[in-house]
C-alpha cells in the first residue's frame, strides 16, 4: 500500500505559500532566440491560456544543471491546443501539428517551440494534476509555473532513444528534489510501469550510494514487492507475445514487432495509441532517417541461445 504523503516537508509544488519560487535561466544562445521564446510566452499570457515551462529550462531551474538548447518546451492542456495553434498562427508564426496524438510546433525562421500535451508513446496525458502541483517560477519580469518534477520523472523515463537517453536528467532530479518530491504521487504516476521506476532509482544508487537517503524506504520495499511477485508469478517468456520497448523507443523495437509478431504495448487496450498514431510516427521516423530505417524489413525472430548482432 502507498502512503498518501509521507514527506516531512511540503513538496515542491505543492500549493502551499511557503513553497520555493525558482529563477529561470537564460539558456538562449543568440539574443533572437531570446526574443522569440519570450514573445511566444507573452501571446499566451495576454491569451489567458495556461502553460507551463519544460524541458531544460525546467531542468535548470529545478536542478542548477543548465546546458543550452535549441528549443523550448511549454506543456498545455489537450483541450487547449487547437486554440493555442490559433493564436500563434494569429501572431504571425509558422505552426504545424508534428503528431496528433503529442505534439505540435511554433516556429520563426529556424527557432520553434515545441506545443506538447501528452508524450511520444501516448502515455503521459497533460492533465489537471500537472498545473495543481507546479512549482511557481520567475522568467524575465513574469511569475510563471514550471513541470512538476514528478511529472518530468515520469515522462522522461520513457525516453530511451539510441540518440537520446533522458536518464541522467531523471538521476539529476532523484539527487536535487528527492527529499521534497511527492513520492506517492510520483509512484501513481508509475502504476502500470513501476519496473521502470525501479530501475532508474537503482542506476541513482549506482550514481550517488552516498544519498539513498533522498529515497524513502517504502519506496523500495513497495517496489521490491511488485518485483518479487512478478518474478514469481511471470509465465514462461516463450508465451509471453508483447514487446513494451516501444513504449521507451520508437525506433529500437520496430523489428521485433514487425518482424517477430510481438504485440506492440502501445497499441489499445494495452496503450493509448492507435494503429494510424503508429503508423504515422513510423513513417515520420522513415522520412528522417531514411539510411538507418532501411534494416526495418528486418529477419525471423533469433532462437534460443543464438546470440544478437551488433554493429
Same mark, same amino acid.
Given at each position: 500500500?502507498?502512503?498518501?504523503?509521507?514527506? +516531512?516537508?511540503?513538496?515542491?509544488?505543492?500549493?502551499?505559500?511557503?513553497?520555493?519560487?525558482? @529563477?529561470? +535561466?537564460?539558456?538562449? @544562445?543568440?539574443?533572437?532566440?531570446? @526574443?522569440?521564446?519570450?514573445?511566444?510566452?507573452?501571446?499566451?499570457?495576454?491569451?489567458? &491560456?495556461?502553460?507551463?515551462?519544460?524541458?531544460?529550462?525546467?531542468?535548470?531551474?529545478?536542478?542548477?544543471?543548465? @546546458? =543550452?538548447?535549441?528549443?523550448?518546451?511549454?506543456? &498545455?492542456?489537450?483541450?487547449? #491546443? +487547437?486554440?493555442?495553434?490559433?493564436?500563434?498562427?494569429?501572431?504571425? =508564426?509558422?505552426?504545424?501539428?508534428? =503528431?496528433?496524438?503529442?505534439?505540435?510546433?511554433?516556429?520563426?525562421?529556424?527557432? #520553434?517551440?515545441?506545443? &506538447?500535451?501528452?508524450?511520444?508513446?501516448?502515455?503521459?496525458?497533460?492533465?489537471?494534476?500537472?498545473?495543481?502541483?507546479?512549482?511557481h517560477a520567475t522568467w524575465e519580469n513574469w511569475s510563471i509555473r514550471l513541470t512538476p518534477p514528478e511529472e518530468m520523472i515520469w515522462t522522461k523515463a520513457f525516453v530511451m532513444e539510441r540518440h537520446r537517453y533522458d536518464g541522467a536528467d531523471i538521476i539529476h532530479l532523484f539527487h536535487a528534489c528527492g527529499p521534497k518530491l511527492n513520492w506517492a504521487r510520483l509512484c501513481k504516476r508509475f502504476e502500470t510501469h513501476w519496473e521502470l521506476l525501479l530501475s532508474h532509482l537503482t542506476i541513482f544508487t549506482f550514481v550517488y550510494p552516498g544519498e539513498i537517503w533522498k529515497i524513502p524506504n517504502w519506496v523500495w520495499q513497495d517496489l521490491w514487492k511488485k518485483q518479487s511477485e512478478k518474478l514469481a508469478a511471470t509465465p514462461p517468456l516463450s508465451t509471453s507475445r508483447v514487446c513494451y520497448g516501444s513504449l521507451l523507443s520508437g525506433e529500437q523495437y520496430v523489428i521485433p514487432i514487425h518482424s517477430w509478431k510481438y504485440r506492440d504495448a502501445r497499441l489499445n487496450p494495452i496503450g493509448k495509441m492507435s494503429e494510424n498514431e503508429i503508423c504515422g510516427m513510423t513513417e515520420h521516423i522513415k522520412k528522417e532517417k531514411p539510411a538507418q530505417t532501411q534494416w526495418w524489413t528486418g529477419t525471423s525472430a533469433p532462437t534460443s541461445g543464438t546470440p544478437a548482432s551488433s554493429d
Open positions: 500500500m502507498v502512503p498518501s504523503q509521507t514527506n +516531512p516537508t511540503p513538496s515542491i509544488g505543492d500549493g502551499t505559500t511557503t513553497q520555493t519560487t525558482f @529563477r529561470v +535561466p537564460n539558456l538562449a @544562445r543568440k539574443a533572437s532566440c531570446r @526574443r522569440f521564446y519570450t514573445d511566444v510566452l507573452s501571446f499566451l499570457l495576454k491569451s489567458n &491560456i495556461s502553460f507551463l515551462l519544460g524541458g531544460s529550462y525546467a531542468l535548470a531551474a529545478l536542478t542548477g544543471i543548465a @546546458r =543550452y538548447t535549441k528549443d523550448i518546451d511549454l506543456f &498545455i492542456h489537450p483541450q487547449d #491546443f +487547437p486554440e493555442v495553434m490559433k493564436t500563434m498562427k494569429k501572431a504571425g =508564426y509558422r505552426t504545424e501539428t508534428t =503528431y496528433s496524438h503529442w505534439l505540435g510546433k511554433v516556429s520563426h525562421n529556424e527557432l #520553434f517551440v515545441d506545443m &506538447i500535451f501528452s508524450s511520444g508513446n501516448g502515455l503521459c496525458d497533460v492533465d489537471e494534476e500537472w498545473f495543481r502541483y507546479a512549482p
